[in-house]
């Protein structure tokens, strides 16, 4: 792969990389005012048939979101990558092909679950017991029960690739610890999925996955794929490297 393509994968990976920190930042606010989610049990599918923009909005944006991010673990796999991190190559190669299968599968469970909570919402209004039962039933048959692609794969590839960054110095350190930090918020919400770990809150109880799935999506994400974002287009626009490894280092390896 020639320097003009290295840049084009770049210069479009770094405006997705923007699209998507815009994306992750409108979810967080969306879910903050969405009145669904202050609800549990069947009152959520009421006020969703009542209210729907919001809901369906935020979860729209996550499906563009797990497309999106296509481009942007393409241009970051890349542009990580240095002289002398071959022995690394086995290892970022993998968790960089099941990180896209994550994202689309992201997009698709998100999909899934757009249909599902919109046709029980229509059940409820309806009073259909028989439609309701059948649907949650459907609803345990997600792609992703343990969001271990969702959560725990996406999130093994940002940890691993920081760290090669943070190795090589690719990325800036602040950009590298910026994304350790993103990645094991990521496995953090995975394993509290999987344990379906809880957390008491006066009378009430929450998910403790939520918490590292708000900070990592709400906080974490949107500064992490900015910052990229605008790294990406520079590159894009000057060279693969970044502008403080250019001098000392050759040209990315493609691979």
Same mark, same amino acid.
Request: glycine residues 10%.
């Given at each position: ?42 009152a959520i599918f ?7 923009? =919001? ?22 796999s890349r542009y ?65 029960? !343990? ?39 990521? !496995? ?5 999925? =999987?344990?379906?770990?809880?957390i008491p809150i ?54």
């Amino acid at each position: 792969m020639n320097e003009t393509q290295l840049k084009s994968i770049y210069r479009f990976g770094g405006w997705i990389s923007l699209i998507v920190a815009a994306g992750f930042f409108l979810v967080g606010v969306l879910v903050a005012i969405d009145p669904a989610e202050r609800l549990r049990g069947d009152a959520i599918f009421q006020v969703f048939a009542e209210q729907p923009a =919001i809901p369906l909005t935020w979860r729209y944006i996550f499906v563009a979101i797990g497309i999106l991010s296509v481009a942007v673990i393409n241009a970051l796999s890349r542009y990580v990558r240095r002289p002398g991190d071959e022995d690394w190559e086995g290892i970022v190669q993998f968790c960089t092909i099941t990180a896209l299968a994550g994202t689309i599968v992201s997009a698709l469970d998100w999909m899934r679950e757009i249909i599902g909570i919109s046709l029980l919402a229509e059940a409820h209004v309806a009073g259909d017991l028989v439609a309701i039962t059948a649907l949650k039933m459907d609803s345990y048959l997600s792609f992703d029960p !343990n969001f271990m692609w969702k959560f725990g794969l996406l999130g093994f590839f940002y940890l691993l690739i920081s760290l090669l960054a943070w190795r090589n110095r690719s990325l800036p350190q602040g950009l590298a610890a910026w994304g350790v930090v993103t990645g094991v918020l990521l !496995n953090l919400a995975m394993v509290f999925g =999987i344990t379906d770990t809880v957390i008491p809150i006066g009378k009430g109880q929450i998910a403790a996955m939520q918490i590292p799935a708000a900070i990592g999506g709400s906080i974490c994400g949107p500064v992490f794929h900015f910052w990229l974002g605008l790294l990406l287009i520079r590159a894009g626009a000057v060279g693969g490297l970044s502008a403080q490894s250019a001098v000392r280092q050759g040209p990315v390896h493609a691979h």
